[in-house]
Nanobody
């Protein structure tokens, strides 16, 4: 089992920045990938960014050039730096970890609201 605890999020004006952080605990040695997903009101959950153990990064087209995912193996954390935020980025953001044999774990979610 892997537990994920998120921090960050909140209200920001368009064009602003926020940083999300997620710390993993439990069976962390089984993790092969971490990342972030989001769910906007009335929409399905969608991928934002992922980073597997080899350090490669995968971004949704909608956030490329604005968001940066990073991972600290020593601290067991994954961060999402979000710049030039838009109202369309408003959503609940979920930390994700892939572990073991294709098991998926999720954080409790943190609200990001982009509004003037």
């Amino acid at each position: 089992q892997v537990q994920l605890v998120e921090s960050g999020g909140g209200l920001v004006q368009p064009g602003g920045s926020l940083r999300l952080s997620c710390r993993a605990s439990g069976s962390i040695f089984t993790i092969y990938e971490m990342g972030w997903y989001r769910r906007a009101p009335g929409k399905q959950r969608e991928l934002v960014a992922t980073i597997p153990n080899d350090g490669t990064r995968n971004y949704a087209d909608s956030v490329k050039g604005r968001f940066t995912i990073s991972r600290d193996a020593m601290k067991n954390t994954v961060d999402l730096q979000m710049n030039r935020l838009k109202p369309d980025d408003t959503a609940v953001y979920y930390c994700y970890a892939g572990a073991g044999t294709w098991d998926q774990y999720w954080g409790q979610g943190t609200q990001v609201t982009v509004s003037s």
